[in-house]
């Protein structure tokens, strides 16, 4: 099973890692509270990141926007799922 953490950053710069070596469900739940949370509506928390085990960052929020993966890269993912079988929704 693939494993992720999850950071929040600070304006400061400062960073905590909020969830470590996690499934991806936990790492996505964890970034949906921290993306939402009071912290981030304050502008306390101005970036999220889940990075996998080799601290590949696999998704970035920042300042209220996604900027990692781009939607270029989601719709060009999607299309080529869908010339394959690996397109959850066929199965």
């Not at 929040?8 to 905590?16: A, N, S």
């Not at 470590?20 to 509270?33: G, I, L, N, P």
């Not at 101005?46 to 300042?63: G, L, P, S, Y």
């Amino acid at each position: 099973m693939e494993l992720y953490n999850v950071v929040q950053f600070f304006p400061d710069g400062q960073y905590e890692y909020v969830r470590k070596a996690v499934s991806a469900e936990e790492a996505v739940k964890a970034t949906q509270h921290y993306t939402t949370s009071v912290g981030a509506r304050m502008g306390t928390t101005v970036r999220v990141i889940i990075t996998d085990m080799m601290d590949c960052t696999c998704f970035e929020w920042k300042d209220g926007k996604i900027i990692y993966p781009t939607q270029e890269l989601i719709d060009g993912t999607l299309d080529a799922m869908e010339k394959t079988d690996e397109n959850p929704a066929k199965n």
